[in-house]
């Protein structure tokens, strides 16, 4: 549960930091950061190569980690009721993601935001891919959306108007 200004100690709301407020899964600037659509490939590998590439993923903030799963039409509702015990909801699909599913299955997409990184990320390909083999479907990969960064305003140079 987020803390909020009441369940902070005194100390901590005059001295501390502000809460900052978590990512909306829901932006429409989210952009693919790291994918991971391999099975062989580490998350470890996929994340480094993330941190190389454009756009540049950024370990310390908040992402949607975002799992494609090809399940049975009549298995959805189980995996999202599962699913929804560790926070995730059932995402909705955009025009950029890969959306060819295996033959009598359905492409389903489960997010939640978090702070990502090649453990964690593991340990949830890993609970997906059991998930999905209960099911009687597979995983197809996962990708991790983050806001783009925004340039900072450089500061203009020269003499100030009077």
Not at 19 to 29: C, E, Q, Y
Not at 35 to 45: H, I, K, N
Request: contains cysteine; hydrophobic residues 40%.
């Amino acid at each position: 549960m987020a803390a909020t200004h009441k369940s902070r100690p005194w100390f901590l709301r005059i001295f501390g930091t502000k809460i900052p407020t978590p990512l909306d899964a829901g932006r429409s600037d989210l952009v693919v950061v790291a994918e991971g659509f391999d099975d062989a490939e580490a998350s470890s590998t996929a994340l480094e190569r993330a941190g190389s590439t454009e756009p540049e993923f950024r370990p310390e903030s908040e992402v949607v980690l975002r799992h494609h799963l090809d399940l049975p039409e009549d298995s959805v509702a189980d995996a999202e009721n599962i699913v929804a015990q560790d926070g995730y909801v059932r995402g909705a699909s955009r025009s950029e993601d890969v959306t060819q599913a295996v033959e009598n299955s359905v492409r389903v997409i489960f997010e939640r935001v978090q702070i990502l990184d090649a453990l964690h990320c593991s340990q949830e390909r890993s609970r997906m891919a059991g998930l999905a083999q209960r099911l009687g479907g597979s995983v197809a990969g996962w990708d991790a959306l983050q806001p783009p960064i925004l340039a900072e305003a450089t500061p203009k140079r020269g003499r100030r108007k009077t």
